[in-house]
């Protein structure tokens, strides 16, 4: 059987889940999940980072072990400013996701403001692809920090609202505004793209164009997340008029929704969260529902969500051969450039392997980890 989130533990006996489920059936609250979901223990990430990961400096549980961060400077592509815009800081409220029993309401289209049916977003029990487990009343079943059940009202309310664990969307918060944003955000991306010579990806998979012979990267979030969007909703970034220049990346040009846009899709996500704040699974589920994103799994509360069940992650196949240039301190007070590998030096030589929706937010977390590390230590 599959393997089951319960918070920051991945439960695969049968048996403890059995126990989980088969608790008094009093309603569980709507929509809640993410923080520190995470991505549970044995597949390697723990309490909002990556558990057990030696990381820079031993720094296991940082998100990829690292604490530094990453984001290569600004570049203007084809007279548009790729600006280091932020976004909401990690402290922005908002609307939040929920708001009691599960339903079916979507947030509304393009051109509309994002989030208008949202209430609070909690930790809650998912399957493997992010689905809500439902309890016997039918609704979504929150969860405490140490991944237990919280009891709750006739109502689906929790008796005691203080043991959830909230989601903060951070500067990915800016998805509920006006979906016209994202758009025009697109639009640009494509423009850069169209006049680029060449185009290719950084370290943590960000998109890098060639224009007129330099080599400059797509840094802003919200370009990232625009790009996030049309390839886990459609497979392709639209309106690419010469996808022959993508060369070995022509699949996020095809038309075609594959495993590879999945991929690519974890780099661009990694692009636009909080590069401190580690990614987890609810996270994830939840931010593609504030965009609107229309799955093609059924949940039994009613909405649809992405299908991510050919999707396979290994740690050491992606980063194990991986180097980069970065800035050492050879004695107090002196740095000199060396050339590093990835794998050892951001994750302690660990390896992580999962799959479906937990292996897509473990190779997002993890490419958030490497534009971290670089970032602070990648030669200026």
Do not use: C
């Not at 990829?64 to 592509?77: D, I, Q, V």
Request: aromatic fraction near 6%; charged fraction near 15%.
């Amino acid at each position: 059987m599959k393997p089951y989130r319960i918070g920051n533990l991945l439960v695969a006996s049968a048996a403890v889940l059995a126990v989980a489920i088969s608790l008094p059936a009093v309603p569980a609250f709507a929509q809640g999940g993410g923080g520190q979901g995470g991505s549970g223990q044995t597949s390697g990430h723990g309490q909002g980072g990556h558990g057990g990961q030696g990381g820079q400096g031993g720094q296991g549980g940082q998100g990829g072990g690292s604490g530094s961060t990453h984001g290569t400077p600004a570049k203007g592509l084809s007279g548009h400013v790729f600006e280091q815009d932020e976004g909401p800081s990690s402290d922005a409220k908002g609307p939040q996701y929920g708001g009691g029993r599960a339903t079916t309401g979507k947030p509304p289209g393009a051109g509309s403001k994002q989030g208008d049916l949202y209430g609070d977003m909690w930790v809650i029990l998912r399957d493997a692809d992010g689905v809500p487990i439902l309890n016997a009343a039918g609704f979504v079943q929150p969860l405490d920090k140490d991944g237990n059940l919280i009891p709750l009202d006739a109502e689906g309310a929790p008796l005691d609202e203080t043991l959830t664990v909230p989601v903060e969307l951070g500067r990915t918060n800016v998805a509920r505004s006006s979906s016209k944003v994202l758009d025009r955000r697109l639009d640009e991306v494509v423009t850069a793209i169209n006049s680029a010579s060449a185009v290719s990806l950084d370290d943590s998979g960000r998109l890098v164009l060639t224009i007129d012979g330099a080599a400059q990267t797509i840094d802003s979030p919200l370009e990232n997340l625009a790009v996030y969007r049309a390839l886990i909703t459609t497979g392709t970034i639209p309106g690419v008029t010469a996808p022959s220049k993508l060369g070995a990346l022509s699949y996020l040009a095809d038309g075609t929704k594959t495993v590879d846009d999945l991929r690519a899709a974890a780099g661009f996500l990694a692009g636009a969260t909080d590069k401190e704040a580690p990614l987890s699974l609810d996270e994830v589920v939840y931010l593609n529902q504030i965009l609107g994103i229309t799955g093609t799994v059924q949940g039994p509360d009613g909405k649809t969500y992405v299908d991510y069940s050919a999707f396979t992650y290994d740690r050491q196949s992606v980063y194990g051969g991986m180097t980069a240039p970065v800035l050492v301190e050879t004695s107090p007070g002196v740095y000199e450039t060396k050339t590093v590998n990835l794998y050892e030096t951001v994750f302690g030589g660990v390896n992580v392997t999962a799959s479906e929706a937990i292996g897509f937010t473990d190779a997002a977390d993890d490419a958030r980890a490497v534009l971290l590390y670089l970032h602070d230590n990648a030669p200026r």
